[in-house]
């Protein structure tokens, strides 16, 4: 089976979504560990939403965390139906 086909059949994009949807719940968790560890420790949300949330930050700050987990998402689908 093709990319091509298999990007048309159903059990696919379910696939594709799943491993997609906790790799972006994994890498929302470990990007704001790294950027906002002291604040988290410190129970400063306040300072963690205003960091990457307020305004138009959370557009940049999901924009890359989406675009990676749609696309491993995709990649890894397509590995495990090749077997």
Known sequence: MTFLEKLKSAGYWIKAL???????????????????????????FAKVYHDNFSGNT???????????????GMFMAHVNLIK
Do not use: G, M, Q
Not at 19 to 35: D, N, R
Not at 58 to 72: E, P
């Open 18 to 44: 799943r491993i997609a949807l906790l790799f972006l719940i994994l890498l929302t968790v470990i990007s704001l560990l790294f950027s906002n560890f002291s604040d988290i420790i410190n129970l400063d």
């Open 58 to 72: 959370w557009k940049k700050f999901f924009f890359t965390k989406v675009i990676l987990s749609i696309s491993y």
